[in-house]
């Protein structure tokens, strides 16, 4: 124990002490961690979406396994069993008066969802989307000349022939996933995410989000995003859609005070999931749509509400694609048009923050690599994963960002990483053994 202790005080001293040298020799740091995440804590969402330290070295679940799929939701999410640290993170959020206190609407099946008599939707205090209300800043368009591509409802069978086009075309899509299809669909949910495309949340079963309660709210939101944590090595969603568009001020408070979701809706609505309906669309109407919005300006960028729900609907944007290249728009992943990475805890290439060998992330300040790096000449901070291979060495099978991003079985290698002191106990005395090795 005492030797811990001075092994762990001595962590902590040349942690501090030998910032600016580990900073010059970032690659030391990935080597010394090969598979621990960066992990910022300001945010509330990383301390419910992290390893404890008892845990940490924790396999997730197979993916698929039996094991897996009953740790999650069968269904709609039961109020009563949702994680503690959630409630709390809920009510700390509403005594903290960041969430506002407006009334639940009434759910009327599939019809819009209504406020009682009095509440005006359109009003800032309320602002429902689906009654055309947009609060200032939410995302409902690309900037100028971009087609962002996403699809909602996945994952699903149509989803694999999206996948292996979007492949071939070297295209890349935000998936906004329904938590039960990625329950009942393992196998399609680890292809789509392996191929490189980004995940995002879409409610666990899909439920008018206006029409939820706080709790039930965050049982959509939550559980979805633990499943997606959970089976993607440890990635935390940035991006949710709303089902139906339908969400007002109160539910994208519990969204983004509890769990950083930042909201995204769209401009243009092909309607595709009514290719199957009878008297739904057909695909000659969403191939005039899209020639429409294609040919038409370029500002605001499109973002168009499209869906994997049927083999119709992934055909309708494989007939648009050559069009959406030909008439010039820069097409991409709908999270890497709008934002640098689809997740909270990954960097711009999409790939896990690696660790970095530190006490305390903050104090080490690493996490921007552009604006804290630039004044140190070949400082390239943990967040660079291109040039991580080259750095590792065979000493370190899992070492670099590329390899914990690039693996088949990434969902093995993750880690959260805790920045608390009482966690460097157990998980940074190695590496700064072997920096004081290196000084
Ligand atoms: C998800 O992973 C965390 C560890 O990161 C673990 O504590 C939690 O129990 C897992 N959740 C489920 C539902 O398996
Ligand atoms: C990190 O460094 C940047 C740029 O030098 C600075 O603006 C920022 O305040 C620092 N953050 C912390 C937590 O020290
Ligand atoms: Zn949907």
Same mark, same amino acid.
């Given at each position: 124990m005492k030797s811990t202790f001075v092994l762990l005080a001595a962590s902590l001293v040349s942690a501090r002490l030998t910032h600016q040298h580990l900073r010059d020799h970032s690659e030391i740091a990935k080597r010394a961690l090969p598979d621990r995440w960066f992990q910022d804590d300001?945010? /509330?969402?990383h301390q419910l979406f992290k390893r404890a330290p008892s845990t940490d070295g924790v396999k997730y679940a197979e993916v698929g396994s039996s094991t897996w799929s009953a740790a999650f939701p069968e269904g709609t999410p039961d109020v009563e069993k949702l994680p503690a640290a959630w409630v709390k993170a809920l009510d700390d959020a509403v005594a903290a008066g960041k969430i506002p206190n407006i009334p639940v609407a009434k759910d009327n099946g599939f019809d819009n969802p209504t406020y009682p008599q009095g509440v005006d939707p359109v009003s800032p205090e309320v602002c429902s989307a689906t009654y055309k209300c947009r609060v200032p800043g939410d995302v409902w368009d690309g900037p100028d000349g971009t087609f962002s591509t996403s699809f909602d409802d996945g994952p699903l069978p149509p989803s694999t022939k999206l996948n292996s086009f979007l492949k071939a075309n070297n295209e890349r899509a935000t998936h906004f996933m329904i938590g039960v299809n990625i329950r009942a669909n393992p196998k399609i949910f680890t292809e789509t995410f392996e191929m490189g495309n980004d995940i995002a949340v879409h409610t666990y079963t899909h439920p008018h989000m206006t029409a939820q309660s706080n709790k039930q709210i965050l049982g959509q939101l939550g559980w979805t995003m633990e499943i997606i944590h959970n089976s993607t090595g440890g990635r935390i969603p940035r991006y949710w859609r709303p089902p139906f568009g339908d969400y007002d001020v109160r539910v994208r408070a519990v969204a983004r005070e509890v769990f950083g979701l930042e909201v995204v809706i769209w401009?243009?609505? &092909? =309607? =595709?999931?009514?290719? &199957?309906?009878? =008297?739904g669309t057909t695909p000659e109407k969403i191939s005039a749509s899209m020639n429409q919005w294609l040919t038409g300006p370029k500002s605001p960028g499109l973002i168009v509400l499209e869906h994997e729900l049927s083999d119709q609907s992934v055909q309708a944007f494989m007939d648009a694609y050559p069009a959406i290249k030909k008439n010039g728009w820069k097409i991409g992943s709908l999270a890497k048009i709008i934002g640098d990475s689809a997740y909270q805890n990954t960097d711009p290439s999409g790939n896990v923050r690696p660790g970095i060998v530190a006490a305390n992330v903050n104090a080490l300040n690493t996490t921007s690599s552009s604006s804290s790096s630039s +004044?140190? +000449?070949?400082s390239t901070t943990s967040? &660079? /994963? $291109? $040039? +991580?291979s080259s750095s590792s060495t065979s000493t370190s099978p899992s070492a670099s960002a590329t390899n914990v991003a690039a693996s088949s079985n990434s969902n093995k290698n993750g880690g959260l990483q805790d920045a608390s002191v009482s966690f460097a106990l157990s998980l940074l005395a190695p590496p700064c053994a072997l920096l004081l090795s290196l000084l």
């Open positions: 300001a945010h /509330p969402v401009n243009q609505d &092909t =309607d =595709d999931w009514t290719l &199957t309906e009878k =008297d +004044s140190q +000449s070949g967040t &660079t /994963p $291109s $040039s +991580s």
